[in-house]
Antibody, heavy 125, light 110 residues
């Protein structure tokens, strides 16, 4: 059974930093591109970042570019999101999401099939 | 970057059919696959349609997806509505370096 468990969400002041983690199990982690997606309270879904299976390619939404860094440790089946220079508008539930097909399929890098339950980040003074 | 625009809300009666639209602001809707996700209150999203019109295993065939190049839009159609279909629905697509979600549509089954 695929499981994605996020952690690390806390209350942090504007300008602060935070590192989110996502522990993956139930699939061959290093075969899959992974994503972070967030959802502000009462709002819609917003894509945040992508990392390829080997960490060689990363992409970011314009709203977080230059402040957030996505990374992964395939030996630990873990995905991370380092968040710096946090703003109040970064307040959201942060989900990690797995892509539908392995990288060897050559497709589905942007199609999500499993999501974690999310970890809440609150940026407030 | 492009945007995906959805109606804020739709409502329909049980047993009826409802269609939710998703219009791409620039670039062709056919150039990148469209996915649809269902999100019930307090839960993570789940996929109901991927690659424009494919249903994951376990999703009933009451759910179907399509794209229309003439209107540059995608659609999610749910037939035989059940009260359990009441949820938020999001379309999603991408380009070479960005994922994009629609703003979401709240489906009320009353």
């Amino acid at each position: 059974e695929v499981q994605l468990v996020e952690s690390g969400g806390v209350v942090v002041q504007p300008g602060g930093s935070l590192r989110l983690s996502c522990a993956a199990s139930g699939f061959t982690f290093d075969d899959y591109t992974m994503h972070w997606v967030r959802q502000a309270p009462g709002k819609g879904l917003e894509w945040v970042s992508l990392i390829s299976w080997d960490g060689g390619s990363t992409y970011y939404a314009d709203s977080v570019k230059g402040r957030f860094t996505i990374s992964r440790d395939n030996s630990k089946n873990s995905l991370y999101l380092q968040m710096n220079s946090l703003r109040t508008e970064d307040t959201a539930l942060y989900y990690c999401a797995k892509t539908r097909a392995p990288y060897s399929s050559g497709s589905a890098e942007w199609e999500f099939d499993y999501w974690g339950q999310g970890t809440l980040v609150t940026v407030s003074s | 970057n492009f945007m995906l625009t959805q109606p804020h809300s739709v409502s329909e009666s049980p047993g009826k059919t409802v269609t939710i639209s998703c219009t791409r602001s620039s670039g062709s809707i056919a150039s990148n696959y469209v996915q649809w996700y269902q999100q019930r209150p307090g839960s993570a999203p789940t996929t109901v349609i991927y690659e424009d019109n494919q249903r994951p295993s376990g999703v009933p065939d009451r759910f179907s997806g399509s794209i229309d190049s003439s209107s540059n839009s995608a659609s999610l159609t749910i037939s035989g509505l059940k009260t359990e279909d009441e949820a938020d629905y999001y379309c999603q697509s991408y380009d070479s370096s960005n994922g994009v979600f629609g703003g979401g549509t709240k489906l009320t089954v009353l």
